[in-house]
């Protein structure tokens, strides 16, 4: 413990009586003693699930001490020689996500494409239900030798090693239950086909977004327009459109929760637990377009309506996913007016004749809950159109912060702009927003080219 001593009779707190972020070290350099961690013999039985399990996860990481309102770090080698010190901000290298497939003979990254899984691909049913199986095995061949590596643990550690395969032979068991539906069902399998072309649509959108995100893109852009049309699904390359291995077995853990109405895993909660950019929201996303795919194939007559709820805690991260999960939409509801004009190219389904639509509610103070309002502290959208669409170029930055509140600035399919906006003293540009007999608000592209348009 460090104590500041000082005696100051008169005004004592100032800075250049205190002593700001000192570091204690205590090392064993010309010392007689070595460290010892600072509990060794940890009773697992005092612990609860958690701390057996981490006791388990991190049993090569010894702990030489606890700070006190400060933190505390060390480097010590394995004979206990080295130093320990105080820090108030101590910092660890935190090594990247691997998401490469370990070794093996029976699978390659190639099956884990969204376009060889969806019903672009020629590729029979039989092979791509092997390629997942595949996976599921590599996955359980890799439980398989924890269960080896646990037996020769110490006892301490057996009741969490125990535990953790457990649920690892769960997850399992409910992925082979999920492919042995897709083999069986062919509705359920239809759904898993359906939605890796949307996934894979989508994501051929995003990347051409990010190509020509170089600048603001306007509906007479001729870029965007030929990109547009020369679009082929078809022959697109995958080259960036892979599964990752855990969204995959999310997928198909969730299956049967999905076609199975009887299914006991309908009372669970799945969490993704996956660091920032890892791929959270792809995973639930292709979920989310099988359970609407499924639905319409499976109840055709019901299958209108609210099919999937998004909820987040922060508006700001609600009306950004809001976006992305718009451009997987979009891609839905090309694919449903494919079937609906019977187009040549594709394999028919019967995905009725209602739009697959996407919505977003995070309150009036940010997009208007009524048509019109009389209210002036939180107008309607027919207010706000009005306001957007008698603004002049000298007002536009004033009226857009303050008037729209339609969230939407970018077309989810094209990268198209949906506003207005100011270029050399003149407005550029279209609003993407419109009112219907003053009664139905919609949103559309501005770009001709463009499906949504």
């Known amino acids: 413990m460090l104590v500041n001593g000082l005696e100051v009779e008169e005004n004592p707190i100032q800075s250049r009586n205190c002593i700001f972020q000192p570091v204690l070290k205590i090392t064993s ?9 600072s509990n060794p013999d940890a009773d697992p039985e005092s612990m609860d ?30 004979y206990g020689n080295g130093c320990i010190w105080s820090d108030f901000f101590p910092e660890a290298e935190v090594p ?16 884990l494409s969204m376009k060889y899984l969806s019903d672009l691909s020629d590729t029979s049913k039989s092979d791509k239900i092997a390629a997942l199986q595949s996976l599921i095995d590599l996955y359980k061949h890799w439980v398989d030798d924890l269960e080896i590596t ?7 550690y057996q009741s969490a090693a125990t535990a953790n ?10 992925m082979y ?76 853990m969730d299956i049967n929760s999905i076609v199975n109405d009887e299914s006991q895993e309908r009372d669970l909660v799945d969490l993704i637990w996956f660091p920032t950019g890892g791929g959270k929201t792809e995973a639930y996303l292709g979920l989310t377009a099988f359970t609407i795919f499924y639905r319409r194939l499976a109840y055709p007559k019901l299958s209108d309506g609210t099919t999937v709820i998004m909820r987040y805690t922060l508006r700001l991260l609600a009306a950004q996913q809001f976006t992305r999960a718009a451009t997987l939409i979009c891609a839905c509801e090309l694919i449903r007016r494919d079937c609906e004009t019977k187009h040549p190219i594709y394999r028919v389904y019967q995905l009725g004749n209602k739009p697959i639509t996407i919505g977003l509610w995070i309150g009036r103070k940010h997009i208007p809950n009524k048509n019109s309002s009389s209210s002036k502290s939180s107008p ?12 002049d170029a000298k007002s536009l930055r004033y009226t857009k912060e303050r008037y729209n509140k339609f969230q939407v600035l970018k077309c989810p399919w094209c990268g198209t702009k949906l ?13 993407g927003y419109r009112m219907r007999d003053n009664k139905h608000f919609y949103l559309h592209c501005t770009q001709d080219e463009c499906h949504f348009t």
């Open 29 to 37: 350099e010309q010392n007689d003693f070595v460290f010892v961690e």
């Open 49 to 78: 699930d958690e701390e057996r399990s981490l006791e388990l996860l991190y049993r090569e990481k010894k702990i030489y001490g606890t700070g006190l309102g400060v933190s505390v770090d060390w480097n010590i080698d394995p």
């Open 96 to 111: 990247q996500m691997n998401f490469n497939l370990p070794e093996n003979n029976t699978i390659t990254e190639k099956d």
């Open 150 to 156: 646990a037996a020769s643990l110490d006892d301490k």
């Open 165 to 174: 395969i457990t649920e690892c032979k769960r997850a399992y068991r409910r």
């Open 177 to 252: 239950s999920g492919l042995e539906t897709l083999n069986d069902n062919n509705t359920a399998f239809s759904a898993f086909v359906l939605a890796n072309r949307a996934m894979f649509m989508q994501r051929i959108h995003l990347k051409m977004q990010a190509d020509t995100s170089d600048q603001d893109r306007y509906p007479d852009d001729d870029h965007i327009a030929q990109l547009l049309r020369d679009m082929d699904y078809r022959i697109k390359e995958d080259d960036d459109s892979f599964w990752r291995p855990f969204q995959l077995a999310f997928l198909l």
């Open 380 to 391: 309607g959208a027919l207010e706000c159109l009005k306001e957007l669409n008698d603004t």
């Open 419 to 431: 506003v207005k906006d100011v270029k050399d003293g003149k407005l550029v540009g279209n609003w």
